[in-house]
């Protein structure tokens, strides 16, 4: 494989990105990154959110395991300001693996109890938890659920990579209707435990995802734009309906791109076969798969402002179908392709899509993503991101699993501690894949950087 990561100062990142034809901006001021954020009745402290990283780790029931509770005390230790609470799906049927969070009164005391343990800890490192933000992403898997495939719409594209007849039936629209009652039932759940936002997760080809890109789908849930939002929509009303004082945010695709298989020959990544122009492909040209168009995502996100949505997370693509456009990598899992681009075309494209989302909604917080690559490099590129007003917030998602304290290390030290920077080895996407223990599914975490935790649960998953 191809090593792409060889730079050692910002000067190198920076005429790396800049040969490659890329808007890559970096700052050495980090100070905008540590200022207040002010939106509606709530003052983050920084611009630092710790994005859903799902640890896998729930009981067979849906409440947070120990090493749940023990990853949100380090979240909650920090220092970031916002920490937005991982998946947890609002029907058992719903869930991605056996050991996902699910929401419901019985699982209410363990999400509690994570969420008090995430304050003390922020409490305890940083003190004033005052202008500190939690809250937890709502979600049902679609196609993703690991009892069976709910599926929303065929994606002639996407099925034969998954060994989906599309002949299989889809989820009827009274299954879809009902839903709306279980997510605002889950809402008024995390409301009254003391989360202050819920996330009606969009994003990664679950199901409310996949419905955005439905337009073969007949009735009232597929077509036209009206009726692939007709979901998401009900869904949000109703929880402003139910409970008027829980803020409503949403982690949302803005580009699914096409399906990616690997090459038998050289390993690399490359498209699904397909025919043009595209039929389920949200946020993308449908004639040119590689090509974003933010028409009907800005269109979505303007009706979504006026619905009460208040918090927006920009992302992209899918951790199974297209994880060099999620997350740019150096190195794949081992169930995974090369990544078929340079990691640093991927780390501008949500950059890129970022700031014309927050550029189309200057008033609207806006949550970027893809920073992860870019390793200690992340935060001056994050200062430059915030201070031109390219989003609102910095999210890292998989480096707060090798270096949970990176907001400390930054305001202490004015820099990461490196021996602790993730290196995007893919350890943990290779531990959420792994599903052959007694439970069915292995917990994730950072095996090289957490090594008495995940080391020896590496080793098992390994054999």
Not at 8 to 37: H, K, M, W, Y
Not at 438 to 462: L, N, R, S
Request: hydrophobic residues 40%.
């Amino acid at each position: 494989m191809a090593h792409y990561f060889k730079f050692r100062t910002v000067s190198d990142i920076a005429a790396a990105s800049a040969g490659l034809g890329l808007e890559l901006r970096f700052a050495d001021d980090l100070s905008p990154l540590f200022q207040a954020v002010q939106f509606g009745p709530f003052r983050v402290g920084n611009a630092f959110c710790v994005q859903p990283m799902e640890g896998c780790d729930g009981t067979l029931d849906g409440a947070p395991g120990d090493l749940a509770l023990r990853r949100y005390e380090r979240f909650g230790a920090g220092g970031a300001k916002l920490i937005w609470g991982e998946a947890a799906a609002v029907t058992e049927e719903g869930r991605a693996n056996p050991r996902q969070l699910l929401i419901n009164q019985a699982t209410a005391p363990g999400l509690e109890k994570m969420l008090r343990v995430c304050r003390q800890a922020h409490r305890d490192a940083i003190g004033d938890d005052a202008d500190l933000l939690i809250g937890l992403q709502l979600t049902h898997s679609g196609r993703y659920s690991h009892r069976k495939p709910l599926i929303a719409v065929h994606d002639p594209i996407l099925a034969p990579r998954m060994a989906i007849d599309l002949t299989a039936p889809l989820v009827d629209d009274d299954y879809l209707k009902r839903l709306v009652d279980h997510y605002v039932r889950a809402a008024k759940t995390a409301h009254q435990i003391g989360y202050q936002f819920v996330d009606v997760k969009q994003c990664h080809r679950y199901l409310l995802s996949e419905l955005l890109a439905a337009t073969t789908r007949p009735g009232p849930y597929g077509g036209p734009l009206e009726n692939r939002t007709r979901l998401a929509r009900e869904i949000i009303a109703g929880i402003r309906a139910e409970v008027p004082g829980l803020m409503i945010a949403t982690r949302m695709n803005v580009y699914d791109g096409i399906p990616y298989r690997k090459n038998t020959d050289s390993n690399l990544g490359e498209p699904c076969p397909h025919e043009l122009p595209l039929t389920c492909a949200w946020g993308t040209n449908p004639n040119d798969p590689g090509e974003p168009d933010l028409t009907e995502p800005i269109a979505w996100i303007r009706e979504m402002a006026n619905l009460g949505v208040a918090l927006v997370n920009v992302s992209m693509g899918s951790p199974y179908a297209t994880p060099h456009v999620i997350r740019p990598f150096e190195y794949p899992p081992p169930d995974g392709y090369e990544t078929p681009e340079h990691p640093l075309i991927g780390v501008a494209r949500h950059f890129r899509l970022t700031a014309q989302i927050q550029q189309a909604f200057p008033d609207l917080p806006i949550v970027g993503s893809g920073y992860s690559y870019l390793q200690e490099f992340m935060i001056p590129a994050g200062a430059a991101n915030v201070r031109d007003g390219r989003c609102t917030f910095v999210g890292i998602g998989r480096a707060t699993l090798a270096q949970p304290d990176f907001v400390r290390q930054l305001a202490e030290h004015g820099k990461l501690d490196r021996k602790r920077i993730c290196r995007t080895f893919s350890y943990c996407t290779a531990l959420m894949r792994s599903k052959h223990n007694e439970m069915g599914q292995y917990a994730t975490g950072c095996p090289p950087f957490d090594k008495e935790v995940y080391g020896p649960i590496w080793e098992e998953a390994k054999r």
